[in-house]
């Protein structure tokens, strides 16, 4: 029998296994199948010994479900637990109403964001999402909100205005204008952050996005950083779009020198520089830094960037995650209906009593179903 000839060339070959490894670092085993094109007799041919066990050494990570890992390609270089869905919407469990879609689509971008940025651990994600926690209000906030009162104003701004008056005097408005907020901003930020003064580019260029990316220049900057692929500069709402997000957060996190400081686990640092645009050492001159220092004990937490204690309430959420509790849990150490209602499904199919409580034999099973669990290569 005369064995039919190949329809691909040498070249098409070496594509072929590159779109394969490439699809096994992010995509389902049935969609790297189906990459290599079969013969008029239905046998895949084209690909050596050493493609085909690419392929078949494919295998999903009983510590994350949506996670692939593949034998015969790298460890993703932007650390050990992928930052998935589930855990967006523990973490963030209003994250859509702001931006429909957003925690979908931060889940299916974090692989090639976070490579192509160099967010190479999870200790740099840690950092980045305790950041956006505080900034957008885990996706809640991700326009700033400007809706001002004059009385406000003056809180805010105790050395530019004296009192309402003296507000709405310097500002130009007057008791009752719908146009205070706008004028109010366009006086305070205009001139700064490469804001023109004497236009709308303050009340235009407000903060916008998972970082809160602030004023006409650093929108600018953002759009250079990224390519030119989005013209914020004329149309500033694509930083909330679902489908940029991430890589807006993350390109100007990396801008604002954030990322080395990550590395360091310089949490005032990281905060300075992206809530200030420079270092600080007195942590009251960052705004929200203890929510951010909170945020951040969380994502390392939920990233595995920190061990809970031994058996502590935090600890059995953090081992009920990894064993695929769904939904998954915020490992804030309050052992709420949520986490009882997960450890009774544990303990049930264990063959333990479902009452929720983590008595010494719950504790030993966990232990065991946690050392039960496949390493990564």
């Given at each position: 029998?005369?064995?039919?000839?190949p329809?691909?060339?040498?070249?098409?070959?070496?594509?072929?296994?590159?779109?394969?490894?490439?699809?096994i670092?992010?995509?389902?085993?049935?969609?790297?199948?189906?990459?290599?094109?079969?013969?008029?007799?239905?046998?895949?041919?084209?690909?050596?010994?050493?493609?085909?066990?690419?392929?078949?050494s494919?295998?999903?990570?009983?510590?994350?479900?949506?996670?692939?890992?593949?034998?015969?390609?790298?460890?993703?270089?932007?650390?050990?637990?992928?930052?998935?869905?589930?855990?967006?919407?523990?973490?963030?469990?209003?994250?859509?109403?702001?931006?429909?879609?957003?925690?979908?689509?931060?889940?299916?971008?974090?692989?090639?964001?976070?490579?192509?940025?160099?967010?190479?651990?999870?200790?740099?994600?840690?950092?980045?999402?305790?950041?956006?926690?505080?900034?957008?209000?885990?996706?809640?906030?991700?326009?700033?909100?400007?809706?001002?009162?004059?009385?406000?104003?003056?809180?805010?701004?105790?050395t530019?205005?004296s009192?309402?008056?003296d507000?709405?005097?310097?500002?130009?408005?007057?008791?009752g204008?719908?146009?205070?907020?706008?004028?109010?901003?366009?006086?305070?930020?205009?001139?700064?952050?490469?804001?023109?003064?004497?236009?709308?580019?303050?009340?235009?260029?407000?903060?916008?996005?998972?970082?809160?990316?602030?004023?006409?220049?650093?929108?600018?900057?953002?759009?250079?950083?990224?390519?030119?692929?989005?013209?914020?500069?004329?149309?500033?709402?694509?930083?909330?779009?679902?489908?940029?997000?991430?890589?807006?957060?993350?390109?100007?996190f990396?801008?604002?020198?954030?990322?080395?400081?990550?590395?360091?686990?310089?949490?005032?640092?990281?905060?300075?520089?992206?809530?200030?645009?420079?270092?600080?050492?007195?942590?009251?001159?960052?705004?929200?830094?203890?929510?951010?220092?909170?945020?951040?004990?969380?994502?390392?937490?939920?990233?595995?960037?920190?061990?809970?204690?031994?058996?502590?309430?935090?600890?059995?959420?953090?081992?009920?995650?990894?064993?695929?509790?769904?939904?998954?849990?915020?490992?804030?150490?309050?052992?709420?209906?949520?986490?009882?209602v997960?450890?009774?499904?544990?303990?049930?199919?264990?063959?333990?009593?479902?009452?929720?409580?983590?008595?010494?034999?719950?504790?030993?099973?966990?232990?065991?179903?946690?050392?039960?669990?496949?390493?990564?290569?």
């Amino acid at each position: 029998m005369t064995t039919p000839k190949p329809i691909m060339s040498r070249k098409t070959v070496r594509k072929t296994k590159r779109r394969t490894r490439d699809l096994i670092r992010g995509a389902p085993p049935a969609a790297a199948r189906r990459v290599l094109p079969r013969c008029d007799d239905g046998v895949k041919r084209g690909c050596s010994d050493t493609g085909w066990r690419l392929i078949g050494s494919i295998r999903y990570s009983a510590l994350n479900s949506d996670r692939i890992v593949s034998r015969a390609s790298p460890r993703p270089n932007y650390g050990r637990f992928m930052l998935t869905e589930r855990i967006l919407r523990a973490m963030w469990p209003n994250g859509d109403s702001a931006s429909p879609g957003l925690l979908a689509a931060v889940a299916a971008d974090a692989a090639t964001v976070f490579r192509n940025y160099d967010l190479s651990s999870d200790l740099h994600v840690a950092h980045a999402m305790a950041q956006f926690h505080v900034e957008c209000g885990s996706g809640v906030e991700m326009t700033e909100n400007i809706n001002y009162t004059p009385e406000r104003a003056c809180e805010v701004w105790p050395t530019r205005f004296s009192d309402a008056a003296d507000c709405l005097q310097k500002v130009g408005s007057f008791t009752g204008d719908p146009d205070f907020k706008i004028k109010l901003i366009d006086n305070v930020y205009g001139g700064r952050n490469g804001n023109r003064p004497d236009t709308h580019d303050g009340s235009t260029f407000i903060g916008r996005g998972l970082s809160q990316v602030t004023g006409r220049g650093n929108y600018e900057a953002l759009a250079k950083k990224l390519g030119n692929r989005l013209d914020l500069v004329n149309q500033p709402d694509l930083v909330n779009a679902a489908a940029n997000a991430l890589e807006c957060g993350v390109a100007d996190f990396v801008m604002c020198g954030c990322l080395p400081l990550a590395a360091q686990d310089d949490l005032l640092g990281v905060s300075a520089m992206l809530n200030l645009g420079h270092r600080v050492n007195d942590p009251s001159k960052v705004v929200g830094f203890a929510a951010r220092k909170g945020a951040l004990h969380l994502w390392k937490l939920a990233l595995g960037v920190e061990l809970p204690p031994a058996h502590s309430d935090t600890w059995v959420q953090v081992a009920l995650n990894r064993l695929g509790a769904d939904p998954a849990l915020v490992p804030d150490g309050v052992f709420a209906l949520r986490s009882r209602v997960a450890l009774k499904l544990f303990q049930r199919a264990h063959g333990l009593t479902p009452d929720g409580e983590r008595t010494p034999q719950t504790l030993a099973t966990l232990d065991a179903a946690l050392a039960a669990l496949p390493t990564a290569p």
